[in-house]
Structures are given as structure tokens and as C-alpha cells.
Nanobody, 126 residues
């Protein structure tokens, strides 16, 4: 079992920055691929960024590429999402997710992930 807790959300003006954190429990955190998704009211949950268990591979949605950076600190069981040059359309609840080891990693698919955090609200104002 893995428990994920997000933090770092808040209100920020367009063009500003936030760093989200996801703290994970579990003895085998370092073996899990991790990802961030987001969901705005009335919209489906969408992929934002993902990172392999070692941190050697990262993937980003086109909408955030060049602005957001995902990273992980396995020693502290924590995953981060650095968000720069925020836009109003980035407003959403942001969720972290964990994927147990498997043969093929469908990093952008919601149903790939086995554990989810409770979410943290990010609101970007104009």
C-alpha cells in the first residue's frame, strides 16, 4: 500500500510560479513510476507530467512542456512539480499518482496508476 499527499497549491497570478510536492509512504517508493495529473471543474482528468522510478526518464503534456518540471527525491520519498510561467488555463486540482512496476508503462493514461493523492488546488488569476 502507498499513500500520497500533495501540498504546495494556492493562488498565483499569471506568469508566476508554484512548486507542488507529493510525499509518499511505503517501503518501495523508489520502485514506482510517478506522475502528475490535473482536473478542472467539468473537465476530464488530464495528464501533466511523469517520471520513471530512477528519475532518468520524464514526459510532459504539450500544454506544459517548457514551463513545468517534474523531479523526484527517492531518499525523501517525494515527487515535485515545478510550475513556471503559469497561465489561467492551468487552474485545476492537481493530483499525484504512483504506478507499480510492470512490463509497459502507459505514462499518460489515468487507469495505469494504482495509487492517487487527494489533490491540491492551483488557481491562476489574470
Amino acid at each position: 500500500q502507498v499513500q500520497l499527499v500533495e501540498s504546495g497549491g494556492g493562488l498565483v497570478q499569471a506568469g508566476g510560479s508554484l512548486r507542488l510536492s507529493c510525499a509518499a509512504s511505503g517501503r518501495t517508493f523508489s520502485t514506482y513510476a510517478m506522475a502528475w495529473f490535473r482536473q478542472a471543474p467539468g473537465k476530464e482528468r488530464e495528464f501533466v507530467a511523469a517520471i520513471s522510478w530512477s528519475g532518468g526518464s520524464t514526459y510532459y503534456a504539450d500544454s506544459v512542456k517548457g514551463r513545468f518540471t517534474i523531479s523526484r527525491d527517492n531518499a525523501n520519498n517525494t515527487v515535485y512539480l515545478q510550475m513556471n510561467r503559469l497561465k489561467v488555463e492551468d487552474t485545476a486540482v492537481y493530483y499525484c499518482a504512483a504506478d507499480r512496476p510492470g512490463s509497459w508503462w502507459k505514462f499518460g493514461q489515468v487507469n495505469e496508476y494504482d495509487y492517487w493523492g487527494q489533490g491540491t488546488q492551483v488557481t491562476v488569476s489574470s
